[in-house]
């Protein structure tokens, strides 16, 4: 486990990081479409010293409907993308399950970054959930960390610039003691 605890961003891929088709699944190459400012904000946190680990529900990948080959060519994509801007994740976790599978490892339960707990220390005051379901907000708050969300035409604070400045912002605490 690492000593001191880190800055970490759990970050929802479908709607958060791309678009999210109206089918719910990015099975080709041609559905990947990026949220709007995604590259500039992820560079900015990462400079800024976050941490990031992927965490995205596939329902029933692996199955007849979700073929996981056709899962990997856009994950490639996305990953490889990202990583040629500098952007690079120390985790991707995937839950593969249906809600009806009943599964531990599916967003909102914590199950889905056991691993990556059991080897980092996340700093819960200056972590976050990015995501754009309540089910990811809900994640956040099984982590005991905020949660963040990024909805595309969503109001002027669910965008990855205000998450940004949310989250690279400055804060001080002030206490002033009297007689």
């Not at 056991?114 to 990811?136: E, K």
Request: glycine residues 8%.
């Amino acid at each position: 486990m690492t000593d001191a605890p880190q800055k970490v961003l759990f970050v929802d891929r479908d709607g958060t990081l791309i678009e999210e088709p109206p089918d719910e699944q990015v099975d080709s190459l041609a559905k990947v479409r990026w949220l709007p400012d995604v590259f500039a904000s992820l560079q900015q946190l990462v400079a800024g010293g976050y941490r990031l680990v992927m965490v995205t529900n596939q329902d029933g990948l692996g199955t007849a409907s979700f073929p996981r080959e056709q899962f990997e060519g856009p994950q490639a994509f996305v990953v490889d993308t990202l990583a040629s801007q500098g952007i690079h994740f120390d985790a991707i976790c995937i839950c593969p399950h249906k809600p009806a599978d009943g599964c531990d490892c599916r967003k909102p339960k914590p199950g889905i970054v056991r691993d990556y707990l059991a080897t980092t220390q996340v700093d819960p005051v200056r972590s976050a959930v990015i995501g754009d379901r309540v089910t990811d907000i809900q994640f956040a708050g099984n982590l005991g960390i905020r949660g963040l969300r990024v909805v595309k035409g969503g109001t002027p604070t669910e965008t990855w610039p205000a998450i940004t400045r949310e989250l690279l912002a400055r804060r001080a605490h002030y206490e002033r003691k009297t007689k």
